[in-house]
């Protein structure tokens, strides 16, 4: 197998080599700068909460793969895992609803949780205050890991099966050879490998500035105390550390409570942010105390204030206690508050599995253990992948703005549409300042500053056709949203919009081996002639799909490439190198061409009659059909245009250079007022593309499905070369899929959800929304979710919202058909 180095036995890197050895690998080394019977990381003094509900999938998928894990792992008859259960709690009736809503998420990813009256809270937890406490969450299933036992239990069972440690010994460079490394660097020599994998915690940003690779992680300071005695206490749990009561969260105020015997443990991350520096914490000592374990620091008690004052109202036993000791413990924080995992990509065979908590310590290294060795993980990694972030997003200050919010905002009710505060215009298309006259509200998305929809077409809504009015929406759904969007959803339906698309991934792909590239990556048929646009797959080598591209080949070596993400770049341009040096004649580069140029849909009716304003060229579509694309020029600018539509209406993706895109604005913007040509943002854009079928990769699918799961089986070549995934696909077909992606419309009309709601056949959970939009055209909300293959149309299911019942009918999909074309897309 291949030579392995893990930087880091703590709780990650531990699991890591266990996940590895497990599968048969045998050349595997694990270095840590601290001792290994306490290395002094943040595992080192772990309290080992594991609350396992979260409204990411991947991430409740890996605690419960965690608490399993931990479950097992025994010695003496005592396993690493206190299954006490876990309870948070609501105090303000805004984190009651919220509570519903995690009920709603556990139960879509399989993960029993119980709503429960103030009455059940207290006899779960009798020692509530029953005058503070509205209601909670209980989760049977979660509980405390013994994270420390864990490391010593897996450091002795890898060792045994060959695997070596090497205690107090940091890694202080990592060798690398033509974009691949080639071992790690230590005081006491150079340690040859093929595959790195740091797993070196908060200390994640110096081991890769060792190797290059920027890691977007902030160390933070996060408070724990331990109280003295508690009377009522007495003799209830085994001394130090046993627990009999759930683990507790009070959110509303940033707290969490376990039991240590008759003391309690109190995390706090109420207290102002306290970023660390971590290169500054010097050596770790070769003998590892609680007083010099380097991921402790010296307690601030003025910060621990509020939450001592707040803890004894919670719980008013406390008051008979006192603090009795604490510190500031040290843990990393990310941009999006996920962990980093995957290989880098500027180095080939470095991995990092950073920030992550215990709680996703074995899920984690389960994904990257199965990824070095089968190349797929069996939960999708899309939002936890090293690989998410543009450049901007990598810069120091970047991180740590960004970071620091996620501390603040770790424990809040946070909306899925919710942007962050800070930094705001960070990312502006060309088309930002008339957007801004039109009243744009922007929301924001990896930095990018994106049109909801304009206050400008505010006065559109007095004369919507009654069949186009908005219904009412509750308190949740409407945040972030306007009923302007129908208005715009009617234009464009009606008249002409044009939607700035610029923050969409665009990449050039260039080279004579172009086409061999992308007929060996991707699904579709793109040695096509110059001219034609391909709606394609990327997909893993078990079929999984890993992302969706529309191909425009613009000439015999030149492709330009509607994609997903940085991810995308990663890894075609991961593969465009490996190409290139295997078959230098055959050189293929790709370039994220994103940030240089922008795009406008301009899609409706009457979009013809706006471009024939601005151009001269033959746009009809025996000139330009769909699916075909051609550059130009429009209003003397020149561009690229692609007959394609997300929305449904005829008209066309319009591309050119950043420099020339506020002159094309405007240029179509005047040329349109005579045919009611308005601005429409994203809100219309979601809907309509929704109406349209229009899947949407991370959201409607991820690597755990395959293209006939998704309803994208047109999107798979028939003939020509193998493409990676298609082997794995042989035998599979719509017919032999057990699940299926189904439209799905509320059948009252109004009632609205958002996605990752459980869908319900009678009292069984059958399935969750994945992406859900009020279809304007329809006149009724829509939602997608996978549903057994024997569901049919016609046959309805309940969607839980809030705790609340909503009926829906499955529909044939898509629910629009676009007027005068006929393909499928
Ligand atoms: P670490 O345990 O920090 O291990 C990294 C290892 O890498 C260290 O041993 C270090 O010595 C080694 N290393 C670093 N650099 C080098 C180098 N150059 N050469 C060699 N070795 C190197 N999580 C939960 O899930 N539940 C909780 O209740 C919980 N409570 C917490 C409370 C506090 C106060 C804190 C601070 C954190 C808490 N966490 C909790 C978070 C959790 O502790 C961490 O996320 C987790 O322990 C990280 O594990 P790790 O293996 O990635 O990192």
């Known amino acids: 197998s291949s030579r392995v180095v893990i930087i880091g036995a703590g709780i990650v890197g531990a699991n890591l080599a266990d996940e590895l050895s497990a599968r048969g690998w045998t050349d595997i080394t694990v270095v840590d700068q601290g001792p290994l019977d306490m290395a002094g990381g943040s595992t080192s003094h772990a309290p080992g909460l594991v609350f396992q509900s979260n409204a990411s999938k991947s991430l409740s998928l890996f605690a419960r793969y965690t608490v399993e894990k931990l479950k097992s792992l025994e010695r003496d008859g005592e396993s690493c895992f206190n299954q006490v259960g876990g309870l948070e709690v609501a105090t303000t009736p805004e984190r009651l609803e919220e509570l519903k809503r995690k009920h709603g998420f556990a139960t879509s990813w399989g993960i029993e949780t119980r709503l429960v009256g103030a009455d059940d809270c207290l006899d779960v937890y009798p020692l509530l205050n029953k005058d503070l406490v509205l209601g909670g969450l209980h989760i049977p299933s979660d509980g405390l890991a013994l994270a420390a036992r864990a490391v010593q239990l897996l450091i002795a069972r890898t060792r045994k099966a060959g695997v070596r440690y090497l205690g107090s010994t940091p890694v202080t460079g990592i060798g690398q050879a033509h974009g691949r490394v080639t071992g790690v660097v230590t005081p006491s020599g150079a340690i040859p490998a093929d595959i790195v994998i740091s797993c070196a915690g908060f200390w994640g940003v110096e081991v890769g500035a060792m190797a290059g690779v920027s890691i977007p992680l902030l160390p933070m300071a996060h408070q724990y105390v331990k109280t003295t005695a508690v009377p009522a206490q007495a003799g209830r749990n085994e001394l130090p550390n046993g627990a009999n009561l759930p683990i507790l969260r009070y959110q509303d105020q940033d707290l969490y409570y376990r039991e240590h015997g008759d003391r309690f443990g109190i995390g706090y991350y109420g207290h102002r942010p306290i970023a660390v520096d971590a290169a500054a914490l010097g050596q770790t000592p070769k003998v590892v105390s609680e007083d010099s374990m380097p991921s402790r620091l010296k307690f601030t008690p003025q910060d621990f204030e509020p939450a001592w004052k707040l803890s004894q109202e919670l719980l008013p036993a406390l008051q008979k206690s006192m603090v009795a000791e604490g510190f500031n413990g040290i843990l990393s924080f990310t941009p999006d508050g996920g962990p980093l995992v995957g290989q880098a990509p500027n180095l080939d065979g470095f991995f990092v599995a950073e920030a992550v908590w215990v709680t996703h310590s074995a899920g984690v290294a389960r994904a990257l253990a199965e990824i070095l060795t089968t190349g797929k993980s069996q939960v999708d990694l899309g939002g936890c992948d090293l690989s998410r972030f543009d450049p901007v997003q990598l810069t120091p200050a970047y991180v740590k703005e960004t970071s620091q919010q996620d501390f603040v905002e770790v424990y809040d009710i946070v909306h899925p549409f919710q942007p962050r505060d800070s930094p705001r215009n960070l990312r502006v298309s060309p088309f930002y300042e008339p957007q801004r006259q039109l009243g744009a509200c922007f929301l924001e998305t990896s930095g990018w500053e994106r049109a909801e929809w304009y206050e400008a077409n505010a006065e559109l809504l007095s004369n919507l056709p009654a069949k186009w009015r908005p219904v009412e929406r509750d308190t949740w759904s409407s945040r972030y949203y306007s009923p302007i969007a129908a208005a715009e959803a009617w234009k464009t339906r009606t008249a002409a919009a044009m939607y700035d698309l610029t923050a969409q991934r665009r990449l050039e792909v260039t080279g004579p081996g172009a086409v061999d590239l992308l007929m060996r990556l991707t699904t579709g048929a793109v040695s096509r002639p110059p001219g034609t646009v391909t709606y394609a797959l990327l997909l893993d080598s078990q079929g999984g799909i890993r992302s969706d ?133 994203r809100s219309a854009f979601y809907a309509l593309r929704l109406e349209r079928g229009i899947r949407l990769w991370g959201v409607d699918m991820t690597t755990e499905h395959d293209p006939y799961e998704a309803g994208l089986g047109f999107a798979l070549r028939a003939t020509g070369d193998d493409y990676v995934g298609r082997h794995a696909l042989r035998g599979r077909s719509s017919e032999t899929a057990t699940r299926r992606l189904r439209c799905l419309a509320v059948d009252d009309g109004r009632s609205m959800v958002l996605g990752k709601e459980p869908v319900f056949a009678g009292d069984k959970a059958v399935g969750y929304v994945t992406s859900a939009a009020f279809g304007y055209t329809v006149g009724r909300p829509l939602a997608y979710a996978y549903l057994a293959a024997h569901v049919s149309e016609g046959d309805t299911v309940e969607i839980e919202y809030f705790g609340r019942r909503i009926r829906a009918t499955v529909l044939s999909d898509p629910t629009y058909n676009m007027p005068h074309v006929d393909q499928p897309r």
Not at 668 to 674: D, H, K, S, V
């Open 549 to 681: 591209l529309m191909i425009t080949r613009l000439d015999e070596r030149t492709f330009q490439i509607g994609a997903n993400g940085p991810m995308d770049v990663a890894y075609l341009a991961r593969e465009a190198r490996v190409q290139t040096a295997a078959a230098p004649n055959q050189y293929v580069q790709v370039r994220d061409i994103t940030s240089g140029t922008c795009c406008i849909g301009l899609w409706g009716p009457r979009a013809r009659d706006v471009a024939l304003a601005v151009s001269t060229d033959d746009l009809s579509t025996p000139g330009l059909p769909y699916m075909r694309a051609k550059r130009t020029t429009m209003a003397g600018i020149p561009v690229t245009v692609m007959n394609v539509s997300y929305v449904g209406e005829p008209g066309w993706e319009i591309h050119t250079t950043s420099d020339c895109g506020l002159y094309l604005w405007n240029a179509l913007w005047r040329a349109g007022q005579p045919h009611g040509l308005i601005a429409a943002g």
